[in-house]
């Protein structure tokens, strides 16, 4: 009797393991491994089931959507803007680095990454997030009217893994237009009364100047108005058409700085430089990457809006 009990005990443990061991190679074959190379030149990249997205040293995806159908995310990747757009409950894992995470779901949202995530951006209100340990957030954005500890879950345990938190919307930054310059408009001579006695040539021609004397150049009488930004280059994001990169100051202030806006003509400049808009964007980019400390020059020359990033500072 003994040994039959055994034998069923035996029976029913092996048929347990099997049953585990088949239910996990068969998770394992329904994840997707999607492998991204130098050469690839992908611009946006759409997850819509259980997948593990690997990339080479160097890599970096511009955007990556998950959709619905993608439960769970491996991402061994650096990415710049990851949205989590699927109406069903995801789970992030992974360690590459993150630019902006952006929650557009209204869903449950597990974040378990090992690498550094710059900004959490939550755009739904009803979103329920959950942010494990070792998950490191520079900048917590949450919708205007919402609560923090309403959308992050474990808020209390989790509020030490963000260094800001931003409660409000963003608001769109002052655009700093060209100043309007008003002509001076000449000055009216009266007429001379009738009787009276015209100025001489001598009375209305001033004197000569100095020889020695150089007249002031258009720079030198036209002041220039020049803003001064000091700090981190904390982020930098896009609103419509017009671009704009955050400072961080000495009091933890964060103060939006436009550098591209259709309806404004700019001049970007670096360490004094002129260079194209793109080259600037790159070094914006590789700034907020290396949280380089910077100084920022606004002004207005030749109605242009001029915009000089002076890098690193140390």
């Not at 109406?87 to 690498?115: F, P, R, Y």
Request: hydrophobic share 35%.
């Amino acid at each position: 009797m003994i040994k039959s009990i055994a034998k069923v005990l035996s029976l029913v443990s092996f048929m347990i393991f099997l049953f585990v061991f088949q239910s996990s190679f068969a998770s394992a074959k329904e994840l997707s491994v999607v492998n991204i190379e130098k050469s690839n030149q992908i611009e946006e990249l759409t997850i819509s089931e259980d997948s593990i997205i690997n990339a080479e040293e160097g890599v970096l995806i511009p955007k990556l959507i998950i959709t619905n159908g993608a439960t769970i995310v491996e991402i061994n990747a650096n990415v710049q803007i990851l949205e989590v757009a699927a109406q069903n409950n995801v789970e992030l894992i992974g360690k590459g680095n993150i630019t902006d995470l952006i929650i557009s779901t209204g869903s449950k949202v597990a974040v378990n990454t090992a690498g550094d995530i710059h900004k959490l951006e939550v755009t739904n209100k009803d979103a329920r997030i959950v942010v494990k340990e070792g998950t490191k957030i520079a900048e917590l954005v949450i919708p205007n009217g919402a609560k923090a500890s309403d959308i992050i879950t474990n808020y209390e345990n989790a509020k030490g893994r963000f260094e800001n938190i931003v409660d409000g919307a963003v608001k769109d930054p002052q655009i700093q237009e060209p100043p309007v310059i008003e002509e001076e408009l000449p000055v009216e001579t009266e007429a001379p009364e009738e009787g009276s006695t015209p100025p001489t040539e001598d009375e209305t021609t001033p004197p000569p100047s100095d020889d020695n004397t150089t007249p002031p150049t258009e720079e030198e009488t036209t002041p220039q108005t020049v803003t001064v930004t000091e700090g981190l280059l904390a982020s930098y994001g896009k609103i419509g058409d017009k671009k704009y990169i955050t400072i961080k100051t000495d009091d933890d202030s964060f103060i939006p700085i436009f550098y591209e806006n259709p309806l404004v003509q700019y001049k970007h400049f670096i360490n004094g430089n002129s260079v194209e808009s793109n080259i600037f964007e790159l070094q914006v980019e590789s700034s907020r990457r290396d949280r380089d400390r910077v100084i920022v020059e606004e002004g207005i020359k030749d109605e242009y809006n001029t915009i000089n990033l002076i890098i690193p500072l140390g």
